[in-house]
Structure formats: structure tokens, C-alpha cells
């Protein structure tokens, strides 16, 4: 992927509250997507991914993600939030380059979920 | 099962100096990543490890930058002299191989440079 854009940077919502993190990309071919998140002094871990198939993707903890190739869009949703998902979300994009696969990541959008 | 390790989760140095930082991956996993991740960014690819070959390290400073995986398992990230632009959150991940199908993170160690 050539780059990967987090429109928001920080997110500020009520618990119970829908939320919409947005992530678009630009990539000339095939792309694996990817939602990891980061809670407070902890590293990366792996909230959903978009390799084939299906464009929604869901996590068990009640994120999902849709796939849009023609707007090269990966928006990450929630119904609902609670207090525990504040933390930080970085969109990531794997493209097939002569390596392998490369991974580039957006800069993050920190959460907030206020009570 | 353990996840990724690493050593030390905070640095504090004076510029001109080495530093080193130590990862042990999840075993099992073939493949090796260092990150470097500034304050209000994403990680960025500094050198990505097949068992002990690395087949990426384009983005590697490499006039003060080196990393090493003698026996394809734990790695060594290095940097000497030390700048103070140096400072940051240097991130470990492996993943089983090149497919990257996912990564599995290590906590990090920060660096400051005073």
C-alpha cells in the first residue's frame, strides 16, 4: 500500500454510543486489511482482519469492518461502546510486494469512551 | 503460551551512546519484525527477518541502525551513536511466515534520548 489514512486522529464518545473509526488506503493491487488496537501499556493485538470472501468482517468483541474496494475503504464500527474499548486503533494494509508481504499502518485513532 | 518478549520496556540515554534491545518471538514463528513507532504515529517497518535471513531492511538506517538473528529465534535491534530523533517506542512482532496473515506484538521499548 502506498499509504494508509486515519481521517480522525482522537474520537470522543458516550458509552452506549455508535462509533466509526475511518481508514482509507491507496494500493494499486490486491490487499489484505487489518483493525489492530492497543490498550494503555500494552502492544498491538490483532482486532479483525480482511483477507477474502466476505467484505463485513466481525470481532468477538463486537467490532466489524467492511471492506469497500472501490472506495479503498476499511471503516471499523460498533454499535455500542463501553468504557474498556479506550484505547488506541490503527488500521493497517499487507500488499504483495517482491518480498513478500509488506504491512503499512495508519498513524492510530485514539478512543475515548466517556461514562 | 508466552507471547512476544522484550527487554528492556524503558531506555533512558544521553545522545552518542548505544543502545541495544532484545525481542524473543512467539515459538514457532519464522518471521521477525522490528518497528519503530513515533509519538502519534503508526509503526513504521524497520527490518523484517526470515528465520535468520533478513529480506527487508530498506528502511533500516543502516549508518547507525543494525539488528541481528544468529539462530533464526530471539533478536538483537542496535543503535550507536544513539540521536536524539532516536527517540520513540521500538516494537517487536512475529508472525508464522511471510503470509502475515497476522502479527503478534510485543509490548515495546521506549526509548528517550536525552
Known amino acids: 500500500a502506498q499509504s494508509v489514512t486515519q481521517l480522525d486522529s482522537q474520537v470522543p464518545v458516550f458509552e452506549e454510543a455508535p462509533v466509526e473509526l475511518r481508514c482509507n488506503y491507496s494500493?494499486?493491487?490486491?490487499?489484505?486489511l487489518f483493525w489492530y488496537v492497543q490498550y494503555p501499556n500494552q502492544g498491538l493485538q490483532l482486532l479483525l482482519k480482511?483477507?477474502?470472501?466476505?467484505?463485513l468482517v466481525e470481532s468477538i468483541n463486537g467490532f466489524e469492518a467492511e471492506f469497500n474496494k472501490s472506495q479503498t475503504s476499511f471503516h471499523l464500527r460498533k454499535p455500542s461502546v463501553h468504557i474498556s474499548d479506550t484505547a488506541e486503533y490503527f488500521c493497517?494494509?499487507?500488499?504483495?510486494?517482491?518480498?513478500?508481504?509488506?504491512?503499512?499502518f495508519g498513524a492510530g485513532t485514539r478512543l475515548f469512551v466517556k461514562a | 503460551e508466552a507471547g512476544v518478549v522484550q527487554s528492556p520496556r524503558y531506555k533512558i540515554i544521553e545522545k552518542k551512546q548505544p543502545v541495544a534491545f532484545w525481542c524473543n518471538p512467539i515459538?514457532?514463528?519464522?518471521?521477525l519484525y522490528w518497528y519503530r513507532q513515533n509519538l502519534g504515529q503508526g509503526p513504521e517497518l524497520l527490518i523484517r527477518?526470515?528465520?535468520?535471513?533478513?529480506?527487508?531492511d530498506s528502511q533500516l538506517p543502516k549508518d547507525r541502525f543494525s539488528a541481528e538473528r544468529l539462530k533464526g529465534v530471539d533478536s538483537t535491534l542496535k543503535i550507536q551513536p544513539a540521536e536524539l530523533g532516536d527517540s520513540a517506542v521500538y516494537l517487536c512482532?512475529?508472525?508464522?511466515?511471510?503470509?502475515?496473515?497476522?502479527?503478534?506484538f510485543g509490548p515495546g521499548t521506549r526509548l528517550t534520548v536525552l
Open positions: 527477518y526470515e528465520n535468520e535471513e533478513a529480506v527487508d
Open positions: 480482511y483477507l477474502s470472501g466476505s467484505t
Open positions: 512482532a512475529s508472525s508464522l511466515d511471510h503470509r502475515e496473515n497476522e502479527q503478534f
Open positions: 493497517a494494509v499487507s500488499e504483495r510486494n517482491t518480498g513478500g508481504f509488506k504491512t503499512i
Open positions: 515459538s514457532g514463528h519464522n518471521t
Open positions: 494500493s494499486s493491487v490486491s490487499v489484505y
